[in-house]
């Protein structure tokens, strides 16, 4: 289930389940959008990236879903796996803010045995 | 694996002291970031350098001071900083265009200041 700690959430999932990370969004003029996974220790590595004129994007194992009526993006992970266990952010790059992304506060993902 | 390469992995250093975080991509890319990310907190944008000139400066204190070299290559050097300028400190670098692009992060200097 969903937790919230002293300074990030947290998803804890069963292996093999699905996971969905969700994250609203500040600005609803953003065009672009990045899922970050940050492992302990490590910087953030790309997932999966949306733009404004899609609602859906699917990669491998994992799906991104726009919603810009209500500024939410989720992260969808299949078949959840113990390495997927990271933290997860959310970004978005305003329009004409030349790549200045924005990130949201992050969600851990526990994954268990 | 990352393809941007930062150096060095993990720096100790004294308030008084002055020293320099760099950072190498070979990707091509002509945009270059400076995030700080302190612990489970989201990167904070510090700096960008867009062709090697300086486009965004997050109103950071002037004890952080970025430069760009080359293409490749961007530093940050450290002085006078104080013991709440612990962080880790993330090079990034990206295609440059009026959209947004992939921002690709190195793994990041662990920084202590004494």
């Known amino acids: 289930g969903e937790s919230v700690g002293l300074h990030l959430p947290t998803l804890s999932v069963q292996e093999g389940d699905n996971s969905i990370i969700n994250c609203a969004y500040s600005?609803?003029?953003?065009?672009?959008f990045i899922w970050y996974k940050q492992e302990s220790g490590k910087g953030p590595q790309f997932i999966i990236d949306?733009?404004?004129?899609?609602d859906k994007r699917q990669g491998q194992r994992v799906t991104v879903l726009l919603n810009k009526t209500v500024k939410h993006l989720s992260l969808q992970i299949a078949a959840t796996q113990p390495g997927d266990s990271a933290v997860y952010f959310c970004?978005?790059?305003?329009?004409?803010?030349?790549?200045?992304?924005?990130f949201g506060a992050g969600t851990r993902l526990a994954v268990h045995p | 694996d990352t393809e941007v390469t930062q150096t060095p992995k993990h720096l100790v250093m004294g308030m008084t002291n002055k020293k320099s975080l760099k950072c190498e991509q070979h990707?091509?890319?002509?945009?270059m970031y400076w995030y700080k990310q302190k612990a489970k907190k989201p990167p904070e944008l510090m700096f960008v350098?867009?062709?090697?000139?300086?486009?965004i400066n997050e109103s950071v204190p002037s004890r952080f001071s970025p430069e760009c070299p080359n293409s490749s290559l961007l530093n940050l050097h450290l002085h006078a900083l104080q013991p709440e300028d612990s962080a880790l400190y993330l090079c990034?670098?990206?295609?440059?265009?009026?959209?947004?692009?992939?921002?690709?992060f190195g793994e990041g200097s662990w920084l202590t200041v004494v």
């Open positions: 990034a670098s990206s295609q440059v265009s009026s959209s947004g692009n992939t921002i690709y």
């Open positions: 600005n609803s003029a953003s065009d672009y």
């Open positions: 949306i733009r404004s004129n899609m």
């Open positions: 970004a978005e790059n305003p329009t004409g803010g030349y790549n200045k992304l924005i």
């Open positions: 990707m091509g890319h002509r945009a």
């Open positions: 350098y867009s062709y090697e000139k300086l486009s």
